[in-house]
């Protein structure tokens, strides 16, 4: 059986490159690539991931990913992901390692992308693993207790 954090990386994956307008189809879609899932699971799967329905026109519609253009949604939208798919966060001098769930690390690296905050010189993410390369160490201990807390946080929230 393939994890929830798959099944959420693969529904991320297909409304941001196919038009699937209900959840029956993207059941369907799902089920193509190998999941066992029913439409409640989808149904609450589109919940978590926040993802819009936007019209096509002519009575046509998508789903699409939640669209964050205001620093504060993408702040609220990290400390969501933090909560489902963050396990540790850990420093070495200037540097915060950031472990994840399996196939979640560059989604949160890129949301770390978008804060543009100063501190932050850049992020490097792999499968499960995210280097965050902070300009001093003092900003690396303020970042490491800042997300820490959004660790706390979200987890305490699910």
Sequence with gaps: ?????????????????EEIGTQKELVERLRQL???????????DIAELRLARVSLGKGRHKYALPSMELPEDVYEELKRQFGLFVKDVDRGGNILVVKTAEGHASGIALLMDRLKRDEIVGTLAGEDTILVVVRTEEGAKA???EFGELLVAGKMRL
């Design 1 to 17: 059986m393939r994890s929830k954090a798959e099944r959420h990386r693969a529904i991320q994956e297909i409304v941001s490159r």
């Design 143 to 145: 970042l490491e207790e």
């Design 34 to 44: 190998g999941f066992e899932v029913t439409q409640a699971t989808v149904s609450r």
